[in-house]
């Protein structure tokens, strides 16, 4: 655990030195930044973590976010936000953002979240090989460095979630997962509000590729369909 750099851009003066502080304590070297401005300065590259605000004074974490994810910068993401409607967890997701923390909320449990961003994170990307860093399936490519999806030499966009969802079928092809394991591989943690979502994103990436990439496996729930 220690060793590993955490970038806070959070305006709230105590609350950015209590969090920066208790993680410290926790072994991570952290950097605490009090507006976007500050946040672009710094190199993304040298970050394991970033712990976003949704509300800055300079402007909404969220579109700073969308714009990072445009870029191509990939370091892990927990929103912080007062914001409690679900509908606002679902715009945090799909804009990007890897966890989603609400205010108030105990140090100790965004510490457990950021284990388990780290660990997800370590899972996804130590892998030194070239063998998965592009998907070939017949028309469907997906280029994981660039985080691009081609279907029959088009460029697709996919928002973060529903890429997340096609890279873990298509590292399995074949393979039928259930809903709840879905969830919890993509969304990173089991509570998310109903496993209708993953139906929903199943209906978003069959509509941007086609009907027959995703299979239905009855009782069970999905598998990316492929013969080569």
């Known amino acids: 655990m220690s060793n590993s750099k955490i970038l806070i851009v959070e305006d709230d003066e105590s609350l950015g030195s209590t969090l920066r502080n208790f993680l410290r304590d926790e072994g991570y070297d952290v950097t605490l930044c009090p507006n976007i401005a500050e946040a672009k300065k710094q190199d993304y590259n040298d970050y394991d973590l970033m712990i976003l605000d949704w509300m800055l004074p300079d402007g909404q974490g969220i579109d ?7 870029d191509g910068v990939r ?35 965004l510490a457990a979240r950021i284990r388990v961003q780290l660990r997800h994170q370590s899972e996804r990307g ?14 469907l490519v997906i280029d994981q460095e660039r985080r691009e999806v081609t279907f029959k030499e088009n460029l697709v966009d ?11 079928l298509a590292e399995s092809p074949n393979r039928a997962f259930s809903r709840e394991e879905i969830l ?45």
């Open 64 to 70: 700073y976010l969308r714009s990072l994810r445009g």
């Open 184 to 228: 919890n591989k993509v969304w990173g943690y089991e509570n998310y509000p109903s496993t209708r979502t993953v139906d929903t994103h199943v209906l978003q990436i069959r509509q941007k590729l086609y009907d027959g990439l995703i299979e239905t496996v009855r009782g069970v729930g999905y598998r990316l369909r492929y013969e080569s």
């Open 75 to 109: 370091i892990q993401v927990i929103m912080l936000t007062a914001r409690t409607e679900v509908i606002d967890k679902v715009v945090g997701l799909e804009s990007g953002a890897d966890d989603y923390l609400t205010k108030p909320f105990e140090p100790r449990e």
């Open 126 to 139: 130590s892998g030194d090989g070239e063998t998965q860093v592009k998907i070939s399936l017949g028309d």
């Open 158 to 168: 996919f928002t973060k979630m529903e890429y997340e969802f096609l890279v873990l």
